[in-house]
């Protein structure tokens, strides 16, 4: 497969997010986007681009990753990240983290530095320390809207049953692209839901659940309330739809569709089937999401909404 220019497509978090927080995620998603086209410029790789723009979502707090990250029911930030390329299919993951910016760019060294996929807690934080990672305080992390959610989440009496963007209206974020080449990959980071209990791993760092890459099908990177897409194994659904040329906007909407009404909760995916075709849908009220296509950046958030800006 070869392509005039290379597909890159984020997504700021599903949920139940208030109007008011929908331009600080625009203004984030753009960001990201422009960071990733800045990056594939001068790098060619796909890889380094689609960090790149998760990085720079994790750097911003209208996102629940990185910093901004949600709390857990003990008021403590656990991180959450996977990476997968679509050549070999190699992936690296990490959950439970702590202390550290970008939980990306550690499931990247999973995947290149270890013969494993999946590392945890403080074992996966010992590793960034070996690998020259920062340390970054929790309270640098920490913002006074995860607080405020998590007190609101408390006080009511809620169970972490629906998508966290309910409560504090931050988000997860993911980037998947596909280059010139064909080459794909799929990059997807979280804090999870606020008052998830100390030691819940979401959706997010599961093959197959938060995210899937193989170069012969597509590329994917879901969202939403993670205990519901893990059991739904939505993004392994959506790909079983793209091998089957299903068109990607269709894959994506009608297996978030289904997720709601089989196991209950909301979702939303991104996807690039191996076409380089772009899908986006959400059975949640609203998703952010971004692609660039001939120097324009489309997006949008709520249902039916396709702005444009000039790149
Ligand atoms: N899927 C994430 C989780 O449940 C949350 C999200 O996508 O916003 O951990």
Redesign the pocket.
């Known amino acids: 497969m070869k392509l005039d220019e290379p597909v890159i497509i984020v997504h700021g978090?599903?949920?139940n997010i208030p109007d008011n927080r929908d331009q600080p995620k625009f203004d984030g998603m753009l960001a990201a986007i422009r960071r990733a086209h800045a990056v594939y410029k001068n790098t060619s790789s796909i890889m380094d681009a689609c960090q790149a723009a998760v990085e720079c979502m994790e750097d911003d707090e209208a996102f629940?990753a990185g910093r901004g990250s949600v709390l857990n029911l003990k008021g403590e930030i656990e991180m959450?990240a996977l990476i997968m390329e679509g050549e070999n299919m190699k992936a690296g993951s990490i959950t439970g983290v702590r202390n550290i910016a970008h939980p990306i760019a550690l499931a990247r060294k999973v995947m290149e530095h270890t013969p494993h996929v999946f590392l945890m807690g403080s074992s996966a934080n010992e590793f960034a320390t070996k690998m020259n990672f920062k340390y970054v305080s929790e309270e640098d992390l920490m913002t006074d809207a995860a607080k405020v959610a998590l007190d609101n989440f408390i006080n009511k009496g809620g169970a972490p049953t629906t998508?966290?963007?309910g409560q504090g209206g931050v988000?997860?974020v993911g980037a998947i692209g596909m280059d010139v080449n064909g080459h794909m990959i799929s990059c997807t980071s979280?804090g999870?839901?606020t008052g998830k209990m100390a030691g819940r791993v979401?959706?997010?760092p599961i093959p197959g659940a938060?995210g899937y890459c193989d170069n012969t099908v597509g590329t994917v990177s879901?969202?939403?309330?993670?205990?519901s897409?893990m059991r739904f194994c939505l993004a392994q659904r959506i790909m079983t739809n793209l091998d089957q040329d299903v068109e990607p906007d269709s894959a994506v909407q009608m297996e978030c569709d289904k997720l709601s009404i089989r196991v209950g909760g909301s979702a939303g995916a991104i996807a690039i089937n191996r076409e380089g075709v772009i899908g986006i849908g959400f059975s949640s009220p609203k998703m952010g999401w971004a692609y660039l296509k001939g120097g324009i950046i489309h997006y949008g958030i709520k249902k039916g909404q396709h702005l444009t800006i000039e790149l």
């Open positions: 978090g599903a949920g629940n959450e998508t966290e963007i988000g997860t979280t999870g839901i979401g959706d997010t938060g879901t969202t939403g309330h993670g205990d897409i």
